[in-house]
């Protein structure tokens, strides 16, 4: 990453699942300028949404993951983000941020922000054990696994972590941690 921000920015970790992908997106867009961390397995996905991802503020700045050590995650210790936010959360992402394994960006920023007690916004994807999901082909039937929804549940327990379950829900959390911040969209 380049220079240091002016003041702390909001960090955003795309993961690699398509629900409600447009409308964090469009989210995204609403907030204006942070710090897009984005997944090989969310670049993945940003593929079938290129139009809505060419869209996002020029303000942006984009983070892939490139380095086996992660090595963007270091701007959490200079205090460059107030919050974090990871959405959409596949049950890969929280499985692993449950069990504290930090081996994607995603993951790994999870961690280094709870290291430097910098809250947490999660979008949980798997909430319900039956859901409805966008896939490249429309809207599907999905039954989340019980080790899924047990995991959404103990990751809600965790030290400066909100968990969210809806898209409105999440912009409502998103919005209300800027007002914190002082810095509005």
């Known amino acids: ?31 204006g300028d942070c710090d897009l961390f984005v997944t090989r397995a969310a670049a993945e996905v940003i ?23 992660a090595a963007p995650v270091g701007a959490f210790y200079h ?16 499985a692993k941020c449950v069990f504290g394994i930090s081996d994607t960006l995603a993951t790994n920023v999870y961690a280094q922000a709870g290291k430097c007690r910098i809250p947490s916004i999660v979008f949980a994807c798997d ?21 899924d929804l047990d995991n959404v549940e103990k990751l809600k327990e965790f030290e400066a972590t909100t968990v969210v379950e809806t898209y409105e829900s999440l912009r409502q959390a998103v919005l209300e941690r800027l007002k914190c911040v002082t810095i509005s969209p």
């Open 127 to 147: 909430t319900a054990p039956e859901m409805e999901t966008q896939a490249p082909s429309g809207m599907v039937k999905v039954y989340p696994r019980r080790i």
């Open 1 to 31: 990453m380049s220079r240091r921000p002016a003041q702390p920015r909001l960090a955003w970790a795309l993961t690699g699942s398509g629900h409600y992908f447009t409308e964090c997106l469009e989210l995204i867009r609403e907030v």
């Open 47 to 69: 593929r079938m949404y290129r139009k809505q991802f060419e869209a996002l503020p020029k303000g942006t700045r984009l983070i892939k993951d490139t380095t086996a050590s």
């Open 79 to 94: 205090g460059d983000y107030h919050t974090l936010v990871v959405a959409p959360a596949t049950s890969n992402t929280v």
